[in-house]
């Protein structure tokens, strides 16, 4: 395996493993979180020796345990997956099925099947998570009881997209997406002040793409055995990052925030 599928692959088992973890503490945000890492990865991470491939088919087993407990957790009323919307059948489709069917094919086992999937599929983005404008509504009712004004967090966010692009010019692409997070979640406190339902959704989708990408930064860095101020630093301004997006979130669903 090369360096650049040996990285993916073991980034994608960490976060697996993390992601079973938080899913069987009921922590299901951060499971689904942990899973976009997962995939993102395993995206990187194809091809490969039969060392690459057990490798995947532990990541997939584990991703499949941690998806089965979300799947089994409560609906959560507030968030709203865009979907795609399935076309009608026309009358042409809709043919009626022959009375003897054929026997199927047995199908392989799971675990092969999975590890050939992962090989033969294309990866998918996973769809963006919205609020609801009664969520977005809930969240800017708490903004407003904290004093904050929707003008200052447009200043704020300002200075921090500026540090972000001088950040990217500097080519420091870690210190970019952390003032770009924090840009974001000035976005979508402003957005959700003033009542703009599409701009804050927008802003929140690429929010958590942001915390994501600081999420794996984080794991890479305790996986790799970077210096201790390397994983501290890392490590505190994912916990930020969560914080603050579990504080949206509680807003939202009216629970109050400690």
Same mark, same amino acid.
């Given at each position: ?49 039969? =060392? &690459? @491939?057990?490798?995947?088919? #532990?990541?997939? $087993?584990?991703? %499949?345990?941690?998806?089965? /407990?979300?799947?089994? +957790? ?38 092969? =099947? &999975? @590890?050939?999937?992962?090989? #033969?599929?294309? $990866?998918?983005? %996973?769809?963006?998570?919205? /609020?609801?404008?009664? +969520? ?38 870690? =210190? &970019? ?15 959700? /002040? ?44 994912y916990t930020a990052a969560r914080e603050d997006s579990l504080r949206i979130r509680q807003w939202a669903r009216s629970v109050q925030a400690a």
């Amino acid at each position: 395996m090369n360096d650049t599928l040996k990285t993916a692959l073991a980034t994608a088992v960490t976060a697996a493993t993390e992601a079973l973890e938080a899913a069987q503490q009921d922590r299901f945000t951060e499971a689904r979180e942990l899973l976009s890492i997962v995939a993102e990865q395993l995206a990187l991470g194809e091809g490969g020796n039969a =060392a &690459a @491939a057990a490798r995947r088919k #532990k990541i997939l $087993r584990l991703q %499949a345990e941690t998806q089965a /407990l979300i799947d089994a +957790a409560p609906v959560e009323t507030e968030l709203v997956e865009a979907a795609p919307v399935e076309p009608e059948p026309t009358e042409e489709a809709q043919v009626e099925a022959p009375v003897n069917l054929p026997l199927l094919t047995p199908l392989p086992p799971v675990a092969d =099947a &999975a @590890a050939e999937l992962a090989d #033969k599929a294309p $990866r998918k983005a %996973a769809a963006p998570i919205y /609020l609801t404008p009664e +969520a977005w509504g809930r969240v800017a009712l708490a903004l407003r009881a904290q004093g904050i004004d929707a003008g200052e967090q447009d200043a704020v966010a300002d200075e921090h997209d500026a540090a972000a692009e001088y950040a990217s010019i500097e080519r420091n692409t870690y =210190a &970019a997406k952390v003032a770009q997070r924090v840009a974001l979640l000035d976005r979508v406190q402003a957005a959700a /002040l003033r009542g703009e339902v599409d701009v804050a959704n927008t802003a929140w989708d690429r929010l958590f793409d942001v915390v994501t990408a600081l999420r794996i930064s984080e794991l890479n860095a305790r996986r790799k055995g970077a210096d201790e101020v390397e994983q501290a630093e890392k490590l505190a301004n994912y916990t930020a990052a969560r914080e603050d997006s579990l504080r949206i979130r509680q807003w939202a669903r009216s629970v109050q925030a400690a």
